[in-house]
């Protein structure tokens, strides 16, 4: 059975790109019982950006949360936090010194902010190399990345390619990238992918005061009310068709074409929606964010399965670096 692994940043509350992207994709994939799976909160990663511990506690539990809320099976599942297994700093230390600088430098996550060199610190730095070891310490097969984070995967291979050669033995499971092509960028409130980065998304935890004005932060054009629009260049209805069925989105597609129908309308269908489809997961949402013990006594579970394979690997990796 092949190991698949996958994790979300503890640098927010969970969006609907999140939800769409990673974690119902990752639910599905477990559901079908095909393969065992880690699933992991990056609360390290977080520290590059936040270094607000409070709100870290409670990015840390609203991911958690909205994985538990979208039906996480963790007896199928094991499901932990980065910070709670510290093994992982130390395996990231080991492969850093086997990381060249130029590759560092030439990384997406570095890249990004270079000209900007006041803003990066070394933990952004070496986050490709954190990365690595979130995924070789747990011997990994399979992992579920996007296109944007596909360089950092590649990475990964060849770090663990070069401590195996180096040492002379296969030590490293090289991990394989899982690709979906059917999954496509979630547009955010102003079009571009969506991203807490670029505070523009959607959070469908949200009491519904908050979601309405949340919703109401789509951007649309100027097209009169009477004239009919275009649905697919309206982010509005870019959003609504990623979560309605097929029936509801040709509904709405006709609307648009139709005129007489305004944007203020389609925003108040896709406000509806997301409370309609998401009810359940709203609820369970609410229920572990007000009783975080649930949700401590679920993690505590898998962080005890996690740590043990995480020695295993780690112990091999001291052995052969002569550290026991």
Known sequence: MA????????????????????????????????????????DFHSLTSS?????????????????????????????????????VAELAWYLNCFTPFPMLANAHSFKDKASRLADVNAGLFTYPVLMAADILLYSADLVPVGKDQLQHLEMTRDIATTFNRIMEEEILTIPEARISEAVKIIPGTDGQKMSKSYNNYIDIFLPEKELKKNVNSIVTDSTPLEDPKDPDTCNVFKLYSLIADQKQTDALRANYLGGNYGYGHAKKEFMELI???????????????????EIEKRLAAGEVKAKSVAMNVLNRVRTKLGFR
């Open 51 to 87: 270094k607000d511990g409070e709100l870290r506690k409670q990015n840390t539990l609203a991911v958690a949360a909205a994985w538990l809320a979208f039906g996480l099976d963790i007896k199928k599942t094991t499901f932990y936090r980065q910070s709670h297994i510290p093994e």
């Open 275 to 293: 409370l309609s489809k998401y009810s359940k997961e709203r609820e369970a949402f609410n229920f572990f964010m007000n009783n975080p013990d």
């Open 3 to 42: 190991r698949v692994l996958t994790g979300i940043q503890s640098s927010g509350r969970p969006h609907l790109g999140n939800i769409l992207g990673a974690i119902v994709p990752a639910i599905e994939l477990i559901n079908q019982n095909k393969e065992e799976a880690f699933i992991f909160i990056a």
